[in-house]
């Protein structure tokens, strides 16, 4: 039963976030007073191998992103997904946390950190239950680190426990860490241009990067799981190009036909062939782990690859739509799919395309990503009453102008839901705002799926802004979805969640 929930939407969002980007296309305005600042995060891997008393280990690797606080304290979040022990396909767990990095002298770095979250997942439904508990679970960690410069290994002693579950083990854990600097500007700035002088660093410094929503299909050839129907996967895709035509992605997947609990995580490389100013070929080959449970749809430990090709056209300087085909196999279990799909991208930086100068004034894209914890009552299905759900989640907006914006909300429960571990929430939509003061009044419309299928929640709250990077919000909210079957699920919720804000510069 695998469940794993953060990534994106299906089809009718497509049209949503086509039609609202044209709301982002305003004339710069006159350049901020405030000038541009470099900021520092930092990617993290790391492997371990949990044993399971009387069942076969299960090894997680983590993805996680940490933005720096301090000079030794890191805040953020993360993914795990098991890869090649055991037969645990689409188990997934996802946590937010806090990292500790502190030199201790040369090139020797101690470690340590702490977070919790939730996830689940097993070879069968009943076998989560054992293998995952309620889905709740913590990670504590200490270790010792060496810095190679552009990057650092180590290994840590960490404690992993889900509540009520199998999983409750210390093990060593190894780990790889890749720091980066990025610049940013005052939130406030969105849609400004640059002053000349940062207009001149951001064009060095900044390189290009796409953000992609895509409806995948996957038709599977001869099934050995239960399940023998057609697969619809909402992936969201973050790529960032190292070279003028050569990228590195990460993305998450969910599904929103078929099975809504499907999910996956994948990673890899990928090459750009521009044809025209608006037409390119993209060619990508991913690796990382994903499925629903062996039962169901055999990847087995969770390995998947999958070689993907794309023929991208530009509807604007900055939004494409795309058609893809590729091949996604799970080399340890029988799982093999043709796939096809329908992507919408996002060009944040790089060459302009058809509409002149591809050295335009860099201008500033404002973002808020927020972390939250939600509570939903009256949770509802089949009229039956199911209890109270205990939530953490991801939130990011993309900001459209002063009052509109384009929220994405990943959200995945630490308590059981019908029994199981695992239940999750992936929606996306539009959101206004009142104009920017100390307190602001939000509303938002969103469009997703969570383990029973599509589902729409609207949501109106307050914001309080502490200072120009960090705000407080409080909302509350209405949840609707449908099952396959045509079952009625339905929830209340109330959230509370804390704002880092942001704008980078763009061209």
Do not use: C
Request: zero cysteines; a positive charge; proline letters at 5%.
């Amino acid at each position: 039963m695998v469940k794993r929930r953060p990534a994106v939407v299906g089809l009718g969002l497509l049209g949503l976030l086509g039609s609202a980007a044209t709301l982002a296309q305003e004339a710069p305005t006159p350049t901020p007073s405030s000038p541009l600042q470099s900021s520092s995060a930092l990617i993290a891997l790391d492997y371990q191998v949990i044993r399971v008393p009387g069942d076969e280990a299960i090894d997680l690797t983590g993805f996680h992103v940490y933005q720096r606080a301090t000079d030794w304290l890191y805040l953020g979040a993360g993914v795990y997904a098991p890869l090649a022990r055991g037969a645990y396909g689409g188990f997934t767990a996802f946590d937010v946390g806090a990292h500790v990095r502190q030199r201790l002298g040369g090139p020797w770095l101690a470690t340590a950190g702490v977070s919790g979250g939730g996830g689940g997942g097993g070879r069968s439904i009943e076998q989560s239950k054992l293998l995952s508990g309620s889905g709740g679970f913590y990670k504590a960690y200490v270790g010792l680190g060496y810095d190679f410069g552009r990057f650092s290994v180590g290994a840590n002693i960490a404690k992993m426990k889900f509540s009520h579950s199998a999983i409750d083990g210390t093990q060593a854990n190894v780990f790889l860490e890749i720091p980066y600097s990025y610049l940013t500007g005052p939130f406030a700035s969105q849609g400004q241009a640059l002053a000349p002088d940062d207009a001149q660093r951001a064009t060095a410094e900044t390189g290009e990067n796409m953000l992609t929503l895509v409806a995948d299909n996957f038709i599977q050839i001869r099934p050995q799981g239960s399940f023998k129907g057609r697969l619809g996967v909402a992936d969201l895709q973050y790529a960032h190009f190292i070279a003028p035509d050569t990228y590195w992605y990460a993305g998450l997947g969910v599904g929103y036909h078929g099975l809504p609990l499907y999910n996956q995580v994948l990673g890899g490389l990928g090459q750009r062939l521009r044809l025209s100013p608006r037409t390119r070929l993209y060619a990508q080959l991913g690796v990382g782990s994903g499925g629903y449970a062996p039962e169901k749809i055999d990847t087995d430990a969770g390995l998947l690859v999958y070689p993907k090709l794309s023929a991208e056209y530009l509807l604007t300087p900055d939004w494409g739509l795309s058609l893809s085909g590729g091949y996604l196999m799970a080399p340890k279990g029988s799982s093999k799919n043709v796939t096809y799909g329908l992507a919408l991208t996002h060009h944040l930086g790089g060459p302009r395309g058809g509409w002149g100068d591809s050295f335009s004034t860099p201008t500033y894209q404002a973002f808020r990503i927020g972390l939250f914890q939600q509570t939903e009552f009256q949770v509802r299905y089949r009229d039956t009453d199911r209890g109270t759900l205990r939530m953490a989640g991801v939130q990011a907006d993309a900001m459209l102008n002063a009052h509109w914006y384009l929220p994405l909300q990943a959200a995945v429960a630490y308590s059981a839901y019908l029994g199981y571990p695992g239940y999750g929430e992936l929606l996306a939509g539009i959101g206004v705002q009142t104009p920017a003061a100390p307190l602001q009044a939000f509303g938002q419309l969103m469009g997703g799926t969570n383990v029973h299928g599509p589902a729409v929640k609207a949501s109106a709250g307050l914001r309080y802004t502490l200072n120009d990077r960090l705000a407080l919000n409080l909302n509350a909210g209405r949840t609707e979805a449908r099952s396959s079957s045509g079952q009625h699920f339905s929830a209340n919720s109330v959230g509370l969640g804390v704002d880092y804000l942001l704008a980078v510069p763009v061209r």
